[in-house]
């Protein structure tokens, strides 16, 4: 189908008059056509709307859907698996392999964009060895990102690198340049988390020029978000805000509210580092409500733990307790241990300075734990913050300090 608006609009069109007069099959016909074409331009809400209009008239798989990728692209999880399962048991039931693991692959990546990693590796374990069947390769190069996206999340680099790797080529045989845009933007990302940030921004500017190329109004939005967050990584806060300031207002045009909310909450700490604390505030208070409203639990927490330093930066620490303390369990919750270890330094620090050292050294030695679990690089200088502190008490008591460890 052409991708000329004039045109979309005549098919639009023809589709709203087959709802009204009940002809189900064109309706089905034409809106998995512009569908498919508003879906790779980021018109999501048109595609809900669409979607749901032909879903009227009687049950059909490729309306849950595209029903589906619009809700997960615009922060609605929930909602989007249970179309992704519908859509599923159709297509099985109709012995639909390419578009059964296709299904298996979006539904992955609902659950790694909540951060539910096994889930996401299930599904997309299901789904290769049947894209790979069709020889869909297409499918297979975005499956074998998504792959390389939960071992990112997993904080396995170097494997999420190799699975980029093998995504990288395929995705340029085949010739689809959003999700080329996309994968170079993740490994940019990796790169930010390996410390090399030249590497990221390489990565990253690669991504840009790919997604305006293309015009992934999305892609777009992401990657400039990305390279704010390498610029505060700088602490170069002035091209951060500029970077945050060009991908805030595109977020806001697709409907994407959970990036929207990441790329508040990232302004926010760039306030933060200036010291503008009632910015940085601001800021933050406009992430959390969105943040809650796509059920984003693991960004709620980092955004609660930031408002928190905030206050505590303020000497108001009674609220800064009150903010930790509610980004602790969620950060339980999501199994997000180096969060939680990051979280409960904060309560530990509060702890010292009012000279609560036995509080304080109760939280550093949950905090030592989780970081020795995940082997974590501040294990060493937080482990001697402990020890300082375990001094200090038995000076203060005037005994012996306790063995090492925690």
Known sequence: MATDPRALARWAEVHRLAVAGAQASIARDVGTRVCL????????????????????????ANAFFHRAWALSSTGRPWPALRDYQRALTMYQQAGDRGREAATFSNMGLVYAEIGDWRRALDFYGQALPVLREVGDRA????????????????????????????????????????????TLSNVGLVYVRLGDRQQALDFFHRSLAVAREVGDR????????????????????????????????????????????????????????????????????????????????AGEAVTLNNIGQVYAGLGDRKRAL???????????????????????????????????????????????????????????????????LRRQRAKDHGSEPPPAGP
């Open 218 to 297: 999305v892609g777009e939005g992401v990657t400039l978000n990305n390279i704010g967050l390498v610029y505060a990584g700088f602490e170069d806060w002035r091209r951060a805000l500029d970077f945050y300031g060009q991908a805030l207002p595109i977020r806001r045009e697709v409907g994407d509210r959970a990036g929207e909310a990441a790329t508040l909450h990232n302004i926010g700490g760039v306030y933060a580092g200036l010291g503008d604390r009632q910015q940085a505030f601001d800021h933050y208070h406009q992430a959390l409500p969105i943040r809650r409203e796509v059920g984003d639990r």
């Open 139 to 182: 499918g297979e190069a975005a499956t074998l990102s998504n792959v390389g996206g939960v071992h990112a999340g997993l904080g396995d680099w170097r494997r999420a690198l190799d699975f980029y790797g093998q995504a990288l080529p395929v995705l340029r045989e085949v010739g689809d340049r959003a999700s080329e845009a996309a």
């Open 322 to 388: 009150d903010h930790y303390h509610q980004a602790l369990p969620i950060r339980r919750e999501v199994g997000d241990r180096a969060g939680e270890a990051v979280t409960r330094y904060n309560i530990a620090m509060l702890h010292r300075a009012d000279g609560d050292l036995d509080q304080a050294i109760q939280e550093l030695e949950h905090v030592v734990d989780l970081e020795r679990q995940i082997d974590h690089p501040d294990l060493e200088a937080d482990t001697a913050v402990l020890e300082q």
């Open 37 to 60: 074409v508003w879906l790779h331009t980021s018109r999501f809400a048109a595609v809900e709307a669409m979607a749901t209009a032909t879903l009227t008239l009687s049950a059909d």
